[in-house]
């Protein structure tokens, strides 16, 4: 089991930069792919990006892609989502997830989630 907590969201300006950090406590983070996930209000929670257990494969969605960089530093267990050109639409709760499998696209996949951080973009 791998309890996660995520930090640095905020109000940022469209165009403006963030970085979010996912802190993993537990065991054996290193054996589990990850994801970064994200639910704007009144919506769907859906899947922005996700790395496998070593950092060498990546997904992102489409409306992301280019745009923000998922990372991950097991040594330290901890995942990051690095956000740039942010756009009002990119407006959400931003979530971090593990999930025991291999990396997937899917919300359904992963067994544990943080709590959430708030990233709002202002136009």
């Known amino acids: 089991q791998v309890q996660l907590v995520e930090s640095g969201g905020g109000l940022v300006q469209a165009g403006d930069s963030l970085t979010l950090s996912c802190a993993a406590s537990?065991?054996?983070?290193?054996?589990?792919?990850m994801g970064w996930f994200r639910q704007p209000p009144g919506q769907l929670r859906d899947t922005i990006a996700a790395?496998?257990?070593?950092?060498?494969?990546?997904y992102y969605a489409d409306s992301v892609k280019g745009r923000f960089t998922i990372s991950r530093d097991n040594a330290n267990n901890m995942l990051y989502l690095q956000m740039n050109s942010l756009k009002p639409e990119d407006t959400a709760v931003y979530y971090c997830?593990?999930?025991?499998?291999?990396?997937?696209?899917?919300?359904?996949?992963?067994?544990?989630w943080g709590q959430g951080t708030q990233v709002t973009v202002s136009s």
């Open positions: 997830a593990a999930a025991p499998l291999r990396l997937s696209p899917y919300v359904d996949a992963y067994d544990y």
């Open positions: 537990g065991r054996r983070f290193s054996t589990y792919a």
């Open positions: 790395i496998d257990y070593a950092g060498g494969s990546t």
